[in-house]
């Protein structure tokens, strides 16, 4: 895969969303959950977090990827090569689906919702995915779950673990029925990978909804969710209009998961790096 494109100043093209951009641009973001002035320049030391309240902005797939690897020059891209087709000829508000496709291409830099690779986390060789929600709301269709699936088969054939950081709307809709056999062909990778006694460390972050919590992202050996981040099958939203109820404050984030034993832990984000590193060794003890 290319090295991801930067805009210039030594960051990545496309801002991450949840937050709120003002003039002149890149000089200050507004925190989305305490409404508090930020210099971003002290937001990027934070690794995008709120200094004021702790909210957890929305990273980019590379950022992601950057914050996590020993070496991230080293960092082994794959299966870039992988394009979404147009099987139904889909189209919304006369926009058609390949349009929108070449639209989020040009807008994230990125060539799908899902980058993935081999590299090393603490020393340990990982097989790792991330999304990105900036492309399509983190949609997986046909070749989203292609790459996810394709990273957990590497994990099991090279003997390795796999960690997914999922940020994902769910199935995309352009891809109908060819989105949603996503979750089937991603469960089916993971049970090769535990034939080969191999771990799957699921990370949830903000949001992880839809077909990806009903499939592989629930499916971990190991579930960490980033706090604050919304988790659910469906938005609280669309759960109030079906039921017609008003939901208990909370619903739907990483803490009622947690209280609800949906999830193993929370992980602050400063320290994500630290834990999965203590976990691999753990496991790596285990062989």
């Known amino acids: 895969m290319h090295q991801p494109e930067t805009n210039g100043n030594g960051t990545f093209n496309g801002a991450a969303s949840g937050a709120t951009k003002l003039a002149p641009a890149n000089v200050a973001t507004r925190c989305e959950k305490c409404r508090k002035m930020l210099f971003t320049r002290d937001?990027?030391?934070?690794?995008?977090?709120?200094?004021?309240?702790?909210?957890?902005?929305?990273?980019?797939?590379?950022?992601?990827?950057?914050?996590?690897?020993?070496?991230?020059?080293?960092?082994?891209?794959?299966?870039?090569?992988?394009?979404?087709?147009d099987p139904l000829h889909f189209s919304s508000r006369n926009v058609a689906y390949a349009?929108?496709?070449?639209e989020a291409?040009?807008?994230?830099?990125?060539?799908?919702?899902?980058?993935?690779?081999?590299?090393?986390?603490?020393?340990?060789?990982?097989?790792?995915a991330?999304?990105?929600?900036?492309?399509?709301?983190?949609?997986?269709?046909?070749?989203?779950?292609?790459?996810?699936?394709?990273?957990?088969e590497r994990g099991a054939e090279g003997r390795c673990p796999?960690?997914?950081?999922?940020?994902?709307?769910?199935?995309?809709?352009?891809?109908?029925?060819?989105?949603?056999?996503?979750?089937?062909?991603?469960?089916?990778?993971?049970?090769?990978?535990?034939?080969?006694?191999?771990?799957?460390?699921?990370?949830?972050?903000?949001?992880t909804t839809g077909g990806v919590t009903a499939s592989y992202a629930m499916l971990g050996d190991v579930i960490i969710a980033e706090p604050g981040a919304l988790i659910g099958f469906a938005g609280p939203i669309v759960i109030e209009q079906s039921i017609h109820q008003k939901l208990p404050p909370d619903t739907d984030t990483s803490e009622f998961a947690l209280a609800h034993g949906m999830i193993d832990m929370i992980v602050d984000r400063r320290s994500m790096k630290v834990t999965l590193t203590h976990l691999l060794k753990l496991y790596a003890g285990k062989r």
């Not at 709307?169 to 029925?177: I, N, V």
């Open 162 to 207: 796999v960690i997914i950081f999922s940020a994902s709307g769910g199935a995309r809709m352009q891809e109908s029925l060819f989105s949603l056999f996503q979750m089937a062909k991603t469960s089916a990778a993971l049970t090769r990978l535990r034939t080969v006694q191999q771990p799957f460390i699921s990370v949830l972050t903000d949001p």
């Open 130 to 152: 991330v999304m990105d929600f900036r492309f399509i709301g983190g949609s997986m269709g046909t070749v989203a779950g292609e790459r996810l699936t394709r990273a957990i």
């Open 43 to 85: 937001l990027e030391k934070t690794q995008k977090i709120c200094p004021e309240c702790g909210y957890h902005f929305r990273l980019t797939a590379e950022e992601r990827v950057e914050s996590l690897v020993d070496d991230y020059g080293a960092f082994q891209w794959m299966d870039d090569d992988l394009r979404s087709a």
């Open 99 to 102: 349009e929108k496709l070449d």
């Open 105 to 128: 291409r040009a807008k994230t830099g990125i060539s799908e919702s899902v980058i993935a690779g081999m590299g090393a986390i603490g020393t340990h060789r990982v097989s790792l």
